[in-house]
């Protein structure tokens, strides 16, 4: 069963393109200057989770992977018991 690397969360490739919970390619940008991406650094991620990872990397450019995946995590779990009303 793959899951989201950012929130944990499971994904299904039933899911239609393009919305919050279809999978996409989440490009993990290495730490090292001028190095190329490769397949190493690109993960499995729902589509939903990838968009939010952006923004909150333009907001905040001090947070770590590891706390917006935190992050990222809580909004899922509440987000998935209903807890924002289908938000």
């Known amino acids: 069963d793959p899951r989201c690397w950012l929130c944990g969360f499971s994904i299904t490739s039933l899911v239609p393109d393009n919305t919050h919970y279809?999978?996409?390619?989440?490009?993990?940008?290495?730490?090292a200057g001028g190095r190329t991406r490769t397949s190493e650094e690109v993960r499995l991620a729902?589509?939903?989770c990838n968009?939010?990872?952006n923004v909150i990397e333009q907001?905040?450019?001090?947070?770590?992977?590891?706390?917006?995946r935190m992050i990222l995590r809580g909004?899922?779990?509440l987000h998935l018991s209903g807890g924002m009303n289908g938000v």
């Open 22 to 31: 279809a999978p996409t390619r989440d490009h993990v940008e290495s730490k």
């Open 46 to 48: 729902h589509y939903i």
């Open 51 to 53: 968009q939010m990872r």
């Open 59 to 68: 907001q905040d450019k001090t947070l770590s992977v590891e706390s917006i």
């Open 75 to 77: 909004w899922m779990e």
